[in-house]
């Protein structure tokens, strides 16, 4: 994360009063969903009432595939 954006995500996170989350967490996950590509997925595991796990997963679009590609380039 850069760091202006940065500066916007800790802003945003004091012009308003957090309930559940703290900016370092807003931070990870804004972090985890910039890996994720195209069709990724993040699910936020919650656990006592608190953030305990994040959750990621990457898809790739299989009709997309060409052989001998990578699955990753795709």
């Avoid at 009063?17 to 919650?46: H, K, P």
């Amino acid at each position: 994360m850069s760091d202006s954006n940065l500066n916007q995500v800790r802003q945003a996170t004091n012009s308003r009063l957090l309930s559940f989350l703290d900016q370092q967490q807003v931070i990870m996950i804004d972090e985890a969903l910039s890996t994720l590509g195209e069709y990724g997925e993040l699910r936020l595991i919650v656990e006592k009432g608190r953030l305990r796990f994040l959750v990621t997963q990457k898809s790739f679009d299989a009709l997309k595939w060409k052989t001998g590609s990578s699955v990753e380039k795709i």
